[in-house]
């Protein structure tokens, strides 16, 4: 079923609106007709099963046929700060994070990172990265886009986080595997979780050094090494694993 995210001010009491590209997508695209389902997304906390009624040049009109208030999301909102990595990995990452239920993606610059994005650079990069984003968000039956924001320091990272129920950092000497199961299986819904993960080079021991002295806490992803495309997802995975219906169970 095709996916779509709009404004609450399109949306009615019976029905819902769809305007602009969406509009010649769904017309000259999909060539969706009359009376077929499609599941639009308030982009906040709903989702709504739909059947189409009206397709004109300007806009679609779709009836609601049921509402899930409680969407795909996950009971937390995960914060991934993505050390900047090189050539494409971080469409990559985006995509895969999205998937995995992450609610925001924060790219970071750190002193091992490779890439450095001037300002140009940057906001035609964030507008790409953002469009993936919802790309994945559509195919994943998300309830929300997450969003992700413009490139920030690593001590930037660390004073956005620093007020975080949870702020977990993937780090290669960390090895008491016994602590990191306990840290994630104390992690609870309704809270903020950081998770910090290093580029190509790794954190800089200063790095880490200033992570911990905002009372973050490293964790270990076990013995083997993991590139910074794999290490961020394996570490959401672990997360949404564990909070995947948490707040029902509690």
């Known amino acids: 079923m095709h996916h779509f995210f709009v404004n609450d ?8 609106t769809i305007t602009g590209a969406d509009v010649n997508h769904i ?7 009359i009376g077929e389902k499609l599941l639009i997304s308030n982009g906040i906390n709903k989702d709504y099963l739909c059947e189409l009624s009206k397709i004109t040049n300007e806009e679609i009109i779709a009836t609601v046929l049921s509402i899930d208030e409680e969407g795909g999301e996950l009971p937390s909102k995960i914060y991934l700060f ?18 995995l239920g992450v609610f925001e993606i924060i790219p970071v610059s750190m002193k091992h990172s490779v890439v450095k994005l001037d300002e ?4 035609n990069k964030v507008k790409r990265w953002q469009a993936i984003a919802e790309s994945a968000a559509k195919q994943s039956k998300r309830s929300v886009v997450p969003n992700v924001k413009h490139v920030m320091s690593f001590q930037e990272a660390l004073d956005y986080a620093k007020n975080f129920e949870y702020n977990l950092i993937p780090y290669e000497h960390a090895d008491k595997m016994k602590e990191t199961k306990q840290v994630i299986a104390s992690l609870k819904a309704n809270t903020s979780i950081g998770v910090f993960i290093g580029p190509e080079g ?12 905002h009372n973050m806490k490293t964790i270990t992803l076990g013995k083997r090494i993991l590139r910074t495309e794999t290490a961020g997802l394996t570490a959401l995975s672990v997360i949404m694993f564990q909070l995947e219906g948490k ?3 509690e």
Do not use: C, W
């Open 120 to 123: 140009k650079k940057q906001s």
């Open 9 to 16: 001010n399109q949306i009615k009491e019976n029905y819902i």
């Open 202 to 213: 790794g954190f800089d021991e200063n790095e880490i050094a200033s992570a911990r002295k």
């Open 247 to 249: 707040e029902t169970d």
């Open 82 to 99: 993505q050390g900047l990595p090189k050539a494409d990995k971080m469409e990559l990452i985006i995509q895969k994070a999205v998937e």
């Open 27 to 33: 017309k000259n695209v999909l060539r969706m007709k």
